[in-house]
């Protein structure tokens, strides 16, 4: 029997596979731009949030957003993860930038250290969390909340 590594993988595969699923996640992650963009989080690309050690967090992705990234991965003109990793906080961070920006997880659209900022992402993490929750079910895909570099891990885009 699959253990739940090999069940999100073959689910992430499958999702990838319908643009249904892509679309649904681009358009999500468009509406939360639209919430960022009249509340005005700062940003001043420190690229902390990409060190989880660090910073003392961690970042969950979703099978359909997996999925979506996984469809459009291959498509980026870079190398699929920053050669020099050292295992810790985010392979795709270079430097202070994220190597994967235009397809970046919701977890890292919505996430700001901006301390103003901090209840009012709450509310929309959870909000757009629950919108992309009910997508799965929408669409008939298993659903598995995963951290996310063991869901790179076991979809074999990176390496430990
Ligand atoms: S995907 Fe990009 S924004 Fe998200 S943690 Fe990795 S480097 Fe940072």
Redesign the pocket.
Known sequence: MADQSDQFAAAVRQAANRSEVSSAIALIHQQLQERIDQRQPICVAS?K??Q?ERYGHR?YITTAEMAAFVASHGQLPRPPANADWDRT??????GR?????AI??F??RIFFCDPTATEWQQQEYEKFHRQIKDLHQTLLIPYFYME?RQALINLNLISI
């Not at 906080?89 to 270079?94: D, T, V």
């Not at 930038?97 to 920006?101: A, T």
């Open positions: 690229g949030c990409c989880f970042l906080g985010c392979p795709f961070q270079i930038l994220c190597g994967v920006h970046r997880p977890g890292c996310w």
